[in-house]
């Protein structure tokens, strides 16, 4: 499954890149995420990998995150990993403005077991939604400073 997403951040490239790469403010627009850990090499640089854990209702779930291609204030890509699915983003940073940035995610989503192909043919809109909450949320932290924190 491929799904592209558009959002209009009204701030700066540099500060919406670097929001992005910070993995101690997640928890402020990744609704769900309980914690991180490095895994291997640098982080934020290609090949880098954390762990990121979440926990939906109660469901947890683990992520490895890998940073497969950067080019600073314009693009990073990643590899998700977790159980039965294999995710690839690549995210895209345009200037409109001196204060604003569109950011293009696109993503692809590859099962690996058949109860997650079975999921993506019955749920193929619940997991791109997710994926619009996350942008969105990410939005409203960097213009407004609100938390996903506040709601959970």
């Known amino acids: 499954m491929k799904y592209t997403i558009t959002v209009l ?3 700066p490239i540099e500060d919406c890149f670097r929001l992005l790469q910070d993995h101690e403010s997640r928890k402020h ?3 769900g995420l309980t914690s991180f850990e490095h895994l291997c090499g640098l982080p934020n640089e290609v090949g ?3 762990k990121l854990n979440y926990t939906f209702g ?3 779930l683990s992520v490895i ?3 497969t291609h950067i080019e600073n204030n314009k693009t990073v890509h990643y590899n998700f990993d977790s159980a039965g699915m294999h995710n690839i983003q690549e995210n895209q940073f345009k200037v409109v403005d001196d204060n604003s940035t569109l950011w293009t ?3 692809e989503f590859i099962p690996t077991t058949f109860s997650k192909r079975l999921m993506l043919l019955l749920m193929p ?3 791109k939604l997710q994926s619009e909450k996350y942008l969105y949320d990410f939005k409203n932290y960097i213009e407004i ?3 996903v924190k506040n709601y959970t």
Do not use: F
Request: charged letters at 30%.
């Open 58 to 60: 109660k469901r947890n």
């Open 125 to 127: 809109k619940a997991i």
């Open 9 to 11: 951040i009204r701030k």
């Open 48 to 50: 880098g990998q954390m």
């Open 105 to 107: 995610c696109n993503n």
């Open 145 to 147: 400073g609100k938390s």
């Open 29 to 31: 627009w990744h609704l």
């Open 65 to 67: 995150e890998t940073v």
